[in-house]
C-alpha cells in the first residue's frame, strides 16, 4: 500500500479512536457526577477538534479548508461558551431534560 493510501486511512482510524477515547472519558464523567451535560461541552469542541486532528493527516490544506476551519473552530468555541454559560447559570445542576431522561430510564 503507498504511502498516499496509508495517510487518510491513518488519519480515519486515528480520528475515530479519538473520538471513541474523548466520548468514553466524557461519559464516565457523566456517570460519576450523575451529570449528562458534562457531554454537551464536548460536543462542540469535539467537532473542531476531530476535523483539526483529521486535517494533519491530509494533504496540506488550501485557503479554503483552512476557512473552512477557522469558521468550524469559531462555531466550536461559541457553542461551548453558550453551554457553559448555561451549566454556569444553573448553578452546575444537570440541564432538567437530561434528568428527566434519566428519571425515566433507569439508575444511570
Do not use: C
Not at 493510501?5 to 474523548?22: E, F, K, N, Q, R
Not at 479554503?64 to 462555531?75: I, M, P, S
Amino acid at each position: 500500500m503507498s504511502e498516499a493510501m496509508l495517510s487518510p486511512a491513518l488519519g480515519i482510524v486515528s480520528t475515530l479512536l479519538l473520538t471513541l477515547v474523548v466520548f468514553t472519558v466524557m461519559w464516565l464523567i457523566h456517570v460519576a457526577r450523575r451529570d449528562a451535560g458534562v457531554v454537551d461541552l464536548w460536543w462542540g469542541g469535539g467537532f473542531f477538534a476531530m476535523a483539526a486532528f483529521a486535517s494533519l493527516f491530509a494533504p496540506p490544506l488550501g485557503s479554503v479548508q483552512r476557512l473552512l476551519l477557522a469558521l468550524v473552530g469559531l462555531w466550536a468555541a461559541r457553542l461551548t461558551g453558550h453551554i457553559l454559560v448555561r451549566h454556569l447559570r444553573a448553578g452546575g445542576r444537570e440541564d432538567p431534560r437530561y434528568a428527566t431522561m434519566r428519571a425515566g430510564g433507569g439508575p444511570t
